[in-house]
T-cell receptor, first 113, second 111 residues
């Protein structure tokens, strides 16, 4: 069964303290791995798509990486405005004609000034 | 651009009542989805559609129905509301095999 697990569930950082969020996945053929940011009371907002092991993508203080079993979202020198829940989702090749995503539970990040 | 628009934003239903959650997108996306999000559980797929007139069940379809008569609209119908349907509902749309864009959500409470 396709599955996505994110860790930790919650993470508290001081402003400027770099860290990483983990997304482990089990899927019958990975077509794509997606990272989203979700602010309280809002819908998820797209950040990155990764397609193959070794791929990396960056946006401001965020960098996403992918291996055959997991993805990391690295946050460098975070600011309070980076506080949000970060969601990881995978799309399997069997679902490539439907676009269906399987989501992890999310990691709630709090960055204190 | 409006993107994906959901109405209403909040709703309280009594057990046994019915309602329709509205979803509209203006990006001409063929693919549309309904997810529910419960605390600590991530998003679960309820129903999806790959085009007008084509819908299929997702992971948690029981108690829900959908229709897709146009490319733009994808309403979700709740029949005989139950407390287990208390959740936040998100509609999303995408082109084939690309990132999905989400609406702002509908927070539903069944009492």
């Amino acid at each position: 069964e396709d599955q996505v697990t994110q860790s930790p569930e919650a993470l508290r950082l001081q402003e400027g303290e770099s860290s990483s969020l983990n997304c482990s996945y089990t899927v019958s053929g990975l077509r794509g791995l997606f990272w989203y940011r979700q602010d309280p009371g809002k819908g998820p907002e797209f950040l990155f798509t990764l397609y193959s092991a070794g791929e990396e993508k960056e946006k401001e203080r965020l960098k996403a990486t992918l291996t055959k079993k997991e993805s990391f979202l690295h946050i460098t020198a975070p600011k309070p405005e980076d506080s949000a829940t970060y969601l990881c989702a995978v799309q399997a090749w069997g679902s490539s004609n439907t676009g269906k995503l399987i989501f992890g539970q999310g990691t709630t990040l709090q960055v204190k000034p | 651009n409006a993107g994906v628009t959901q109405t209403p934003k909040f709703r309280i239903l009594k057990i046994g009542q019915s309602m329709t959650l509205q979803c509209a997108q203006d990006m001409n996306h063929n693919y549309m989805y309904w997810y529910r999000q419960d605390p600590g559980m991530g998003l679960k797929l309820i129903y999806y559609s790959v085009g007008a007139g084509i819908t299929d069940k997702g992971e948690v379809p029981n108690g829900y129905n959908v229709s897709r008569s146009t490319t733009e609209d994808f309403p979700l119908r709740l029949e005989l509301a139950a407390p287990s349907q208390t959740s936040v509902y998100f509609c999303a749309s995408s082109r084939a095999n690309t990132e999905a864009f989400f609406g702002q959500g509908t927070r539903l409470t069944v009492v």
